[in-house]
């Protein structure tokens, strides 16, 4: 596993995870984005992906749904 990130890949990290979070409308401190988040680290630290490519490997993980309550 890598130990560190250059910045561009931190950008490119965050990036990700704010698009996720858009996109399954969820906000960036919520417990979603938070496994979101491990699975970026996860899929950057066994190699270096692009934005667009850590969007597609995330693509089968999408937040639990919420039962709303009338």
């Not at 250059?6 to 990036?15: A, E, L, Q």
């Not at 979603?32 to 630290?45: T, Y």
Request: net charge positive; aromatic share 6%.
């Amino acid at each position: 596993m890598r130990q560190a990130y250059s910045p561009d890949d931190v950008d490119v990290m965050r990036g990700a995870l704010d698009v996720w979070c858009a996109l399954h409308n969820v906000g960036r401190d919520g417990v979603e984005a938070n496994e979101a988040a491990r699975r970026i680290l996860d899929l950057m630290g066994r190699k270096k992906f692009t934005c667009d490519q850590l969007l597609a490997q995330l693509a089968d993980f999408r937040p639990a749904p919420r039962h709303r309550v009338s």
